[in-house]
């Protein structure tokens, strides 16, 4: 059963500053099966990337995705006031079909 | 455009019953996989359960197999999560989403359940 890590658990950055987030899979995620979602408090989750790298319908460029196998990431080229949220990655495809990772909190600094 | 809108949460003693619903509008509902996915206070995301586009598979979660039942009427554009025999652990915003081939591209805005005597 694929196990999703990610880190940090909590990223402390400024407006501007760039983000990183990683997410590791315990096995080899099938095909570049992984999206990146984003959520803000009280709302639904939104999807940013798929396939590793696409971006979704309307996400911008900020965003992007990359990775392959075991691990994977998300950056976020210049944060924006909007783009504090938590992230999840989510894998598609191996047992148990679809699993989140625990997500990481990109905070104000 | 895609809209998914969840109703049916509430207060559901333990060991007892409740289902879910999620009507759809804006896309071929009978074209899309659909899933549930559930959010606990704080805590992040837990995938449920998912449907075939044509109700033929189901595939379910190790937390919820055996007493949660996905099933959907393409006739109604409507998905149904079925809770049996509730634990304090499944009290949560439950999401139906619409699956693109993989990725959840559309989401609704969540329905509470909580799991009380």
């Known amino acids: 059963e694929i196990v999703l890590t990610q880190s940090p658990g909590t990223l402390s950055l400024s407006p501007g500053d760039r983000a990183t987030l990683s997410c590791r899979a315990s096995q080899s995620v099938s095909s570049g099966f992984l999206a990146w979602y984003q959520q803000k408090p009280g709302q639904a989750p939104r999807l940013l990337i798929y396939?590793?790298?696409s971006r979704a319908t309307g996400i911008p460029n900020r965003f992007s995705g990359s990775g392959s196998g075991t691990d994977f990431t998300l950056t976020i080229s210049r944060l924006e006031p909007e783009d504090f949220a938590v992230y999840y990655c989510?894998?598609?495809?191996?047992?148990?079909?679809?699993?989140f990772g625990q997500g990481t909190k990109v905070e104000i600094k | 455009q895609v809209q998914l809108v969840e109703s049916g949460g509430g207060v559901v003693q333990p060991g007892g019953s409740l289902r879910v619903s999620c009507a759809a509008s804006?896309?071929?509902?009978?074209?899309?996989?659909m899933h549930w996915v559930r959010q606990a206070p704080g805590k992040g995301l837990e995938w449920v359960a998912v449907i075939w586009y044509d109700g033929s598979n189901e595939r379910y979660a190790d937390s919820v197999k055996g007493r949660f039942t996905i099933s959907r009427d393409n006739s109604k554009n409507t998905l149904y999560l079925q809770l049996n025999i509730p634990r304090a652990e499944d009290s949560a915003v439950y999401y139906c989403?619409?699956?693109?081939?993989?990725?959840?591209?559309?989401w609704g805005q969540g329905t509470l359940v909580t799991v009380s005597s």
């Open positions: 804006g896309f071929t509902f009978s074209n899309y996989g």
């Open positions: 989510q894998q598609y495809g191996r047992s148990p079909l679809w699993a």
């Open positions: 396939g590793a790298s």
């Open positions: 989403a619409r699956e693109a081939g993989g990725p959840l591209d559309y």
